[in-house]
């Protein structure tokens, strides 16, 4: 009894220590320590959006290029830190959503951007990096070509623009509201007019690369209601057939406002734009909600601290700036990717044009976000172990999300915006996140029709919607794998990318028969466990790889491992070979334990000299052709494998490199060189593997195991989800001591490279003991791998 009353006493004054330290780590701040900057060179449209809360609606940011559009979608195209000259200050900026451009001026009157290589034919403007300041929720730039300071800020569904003129008897401001910005496709409508003096509304209507491909009868909508600080002197207008002075609006393509000014030096002059994808009404009442009497410099304050507030749940301690640096820009990334398109009043567009409503909890509040997202295509090796650990609101709105998507059009979509189908990849691995978020105790929705969706994208193929993704499910169904088609499509009979589908599907057929698992759904779970095995259908035991087949069982002829985009999407058949995530003991015994060790290492040495990727190439797909690619999302568990093949020293080493030498610190050298960090995927995956915590599973185990790697810091105060806290330290630890001696949770001898989540959930703190040579007697009992 003494022993217990000593333990217990033990135990409150550890958690009132942490609780006191980690109150005094939020007052040092860590928001010095995001650089927005850092990845800009090749950024997609969504990626640099620094004038935005986290998941905000208003995510304004400079353009370089965002009228030049981009023919397949995707390409990176917005703000490139290799520009010189901004073109205008956007406020939407979403996968598949770009418009509503301002930019003040002064001069002769233009209304055209311009170019970049002929910016005075246009109203561009050259700017110097030195007159730039990027934070998160702040923006700042000398627009060199007229003299004005330009700065952004915003809330969650408003946008504030701060504009210092010098004295000038032709200052202006143009709203460009008509034009082609960033991922918006076609305009196929606009209009915006002036309802007085000093207020406008308007909006305009695309039609996205995807939506055209994935939900052809779709569109995106944006409207804005604006608030104006000084009337202007006169309004002129503006459209794709001229400009037509002395008017106060304007329909059409290519339609905006011009407001002119004469300014003295140091003139102010302040804008609020209130955003909605519903309706100009909802623009209105989301400005008049948030900003009706919010000054620009509160509403930056107000950014700052949401900011501050959220990174400060997890508190890094080192002596290491850089590593700091690297943390909490990644983790900075990870809350901007996605963004609300619900209002304050809780409408939310949906795919037919009507308008949702959320709904009210008993205490009249709204208990979810619609969000706007990209597909969850490999966001279970980082994005969603994140919002897991310390963010579960988000997962939790993610799954709301997708279950408005089911309820009102009988599918998950693999991406979405405003109710349409973008699929990102075609592969869907919706069902997989929710499973996940179920497993991992999040589960404030409604279960019962979330696992008949998550049954449903597994096992369902009669009438899918081509943006659900899975359009080949039915001869993945009939075959337990899918057959490789030699032309470029994916249908009911396969896929050209049919080896890395059946590898995706085999996953999260056994993420939804866990799931089926823990509701009691025996037969189900026999299905689909039975559909997890779909993988070892093409493992060639000769080669040890993953070789695509046809439709008769075959090998596919003239194959090589390394050539991508043959039966991988995205990859090639040495780095898909190790996406069996839910059976890494399979894998395992099918390759030869010493086999399977012996390769992986040798992958990653190679890999090494090429910075874990593509090298110093500027390119989305640079590494697509290497043995391993860390700037794409096929392979971001794979260093991991080494803790289920009793060789956890490996995972430590690699996953140690990796954070030091695929990330940096520069616009260029940021996540590789100009590599795809799809909405702050790369961002999470360092912040947790930093951590020394990772799920190869995506936590989608019936009860997930968190894995255990080399953290980085010197000490980690983490706020959980469910409000506890747990603190992560190291001792001895250097860059050289990156091997993990010995471990104590909660002052029990830790042996094993993992432990279960549930009990790191409860919190308390872990102590790794670190050394520059691997203890290999330590951590070789391997997680549990099948189920």
């Not at 806290?725 to 490279?753: G, H, M, P, W």
Request: charged share 20%.
């Amino acid at each position: 009894m003494k022993r217990s009353r000593k333990l217990l006493n033990s135990v409150v004054i550890g958690l009132s220590v942490l609780t006191t330290a980690f109150a005094g780590n939020e007052r040092d701040g860590v928001f010095k320590y995001v650089d927005p900057k850092i990845g800009t060179a090749h950024s997609r449209w969504f990626f640099y959006t620094p004038a935005a809360v986290p998941y905000g609606m208003a995510k304004l940011a400079p353009s370089t290029n965002g009228h030049y559009g981009n023919p397949s979608g995707w390409e990176a195209v917005g703000y490139d830190t290799r520009h010189n000259s901004i073109e205008g200050f956007v406020h939407f900026h979403e996968w598949q959503v770009g418009g509503i451009s301002f930019m003040p001026a002064t001069g002769p009157l233009r209304v055209k951007p311009g170019d970049l290589e002929r910016k005075e034919e246009g109203y561009r403007s050259g700017f110097d990096k030195r007159n730039e300041i990027a934070q998160p929720g702040y923006y700042k730039v000398l627009l060199e070509d007229y003299q004005i300071t330009a700065e952004l800020t915003a809330t969650k569904h408003v946008g504030f623009h701060r504009y210092t003129f010098p004295q000038n008897k032709e200052s202006r401001i143009l709203l460009d509201i008509g034009n082609e910005q960033g991922e918006s496709g076609e305009v196929r409508n606009a209009e915006i007019r002036m309802t007085d003096a000093t207020h406008f509304e308007g909006f305009v209507i695309t039609y996205p690369k995807y939506v055209k491909t994935y939900d052809p009868k779709g569109q995106v909508s944006m409207y804005i209601y604006g608030e104006i600080s000084k009337k202007p002197v006169n309004v002129g207008a503006f459209t794709a057939n001229g400009i037509q002075p002395k008017s106060n609006a304007a329909k059409g393509k290519g339609a905006g406002l011009y407001l002119e000014y004469q300014t003295t030096v140091g003139e102010v002059i302040e804008i609020k734009v209130g955003q909605s994808y519903t309706s100009v009404a909802n623009a209105r009442e989301n400005l008049m909600a948030e900003a009706k009497n919010l000054s620009f410099e509160k509403a930056k304050i107000n950014a700052r601290n949401t900011w501050e507030a959220e990174l400060g749940k997890l508190y890094v301690e080192g002596s290491n700036q850089k590593d700091k640096v690297k943390f909490y820009t990644g983790l900075y990334h990870a809350l901007l990717g996605r963004g609300t398109s619900s209002d304050v009043n809780g409408s939310f567009p949906k795919h037919d044009g009507s308008i949702g409503k959320l709904p009210r909890d008993k205490n009249g509040n709204f208990s979810y976000s619609i969000y706007n997202t990209d597909a969850i295509w490999g966001a279970y090796w980082n994005i969603t172990q994140l919002w897991a650990l310390s963010y579960p609101q988000h997962y939790n709105n993610y799954v709301q999300s997708q279950l408005e998507i089911y309820k009102a059009r009988g599918w998950f979509a693999d991406g979405v915006v405003n109710g349409n189908f973008v699929s990102g990849v075609g592969t869907n691995m919706v069902g997989l996140a929710i499973a996940g978020a179920y497993a991992s105790g999040i589960r404030d929705y409604d279960t019962k029709l979330a696992y008949e969706a998550v049954k449903n994208n597994e096992l369902s193929y009669r009438n899918r919607l081509e943006g659900s993704g899975k359009m080949d499910l039915s001869a993945f169904i009939k075959y337990g794998y899918s057959p490789y088609l030699v032309k470029n499509v994916t249908d009911s009979t396969g896929s050209h990318f049919s080896a890395s589908h059946t590898l995706e599907y085999s996953f999260s057929s056994f993420a939804a028969a866990q799931m089926a698992k823990s509701l009691g759904k025996k037969d189900d779970y026999q299905k689909l466990i039975k559909y997890s095995e779909g993988w070892k259908l093409l493992f060639d035991p000769i080669e040890k790889v993953i070789h695509p087949k046809d439709a008769a069982g075959k090998f596919i002829d003239k194959f090589d491992a390394m050539e991508p985009w043959i039966g991988f999407q995205e990859g090639n058949a040495i780095q898909y070979t190790f996406y069996v995530p839910h059976n890494p003991a399979g894998l395992i015994t099918a390759t030869g334990k010493s086999a399977f060790n012996e390769k992986l290492n040798s992958i990653f040495e190679t890999a090494q000299k090429n910075s874990f990727g593509g090298g110093k190439e500027i390119d989305a797909f640079a590494g697509i052709k290497s043995l391993y690619n860390h700037g794409n999302q096929p392979n971001l568990h794979v260093s991991w494998l080494f803790n289920f093949s009793g060789k956890p020293w490996l995972t430590q080493k690699w996953t140690r490199a990796i954070c030091d030498e695929f990330y940096g610190t520069e616009s260029i050298h940021g996540y590789g060189y100009g590599q795809d960090e799809d909405q702050g995927q790369l961002g999470a995956w360092y912040v947790m593997a930093s951590l020394g915590l990772f799920d190869v599973k995506g936590l989608t185990d019936l009860r997930p195991v968190i894995q255990l790697g080399s953290p980085v810091f010197d000490k980690a105060s983490i706020r959980l989800g469910n409000g506890k806290i747990l603190v992560i330290e190291t001792q001895n630890n250097t860059k050289e001591n990156v091997y993990v001696q010995s471990a104590r949770f909660n002052d029990k001898v830790l042996d094993n490279c993992w432990l279960y989540r549930d009990e790191l959930m409860k919190g308390g703190k872990l102590v790794m003991v670190m050394g520059n040579q691997p203890n290999e007697n330590r951590g070789k009992t391997a997680p549990p791998s099948e189920q």
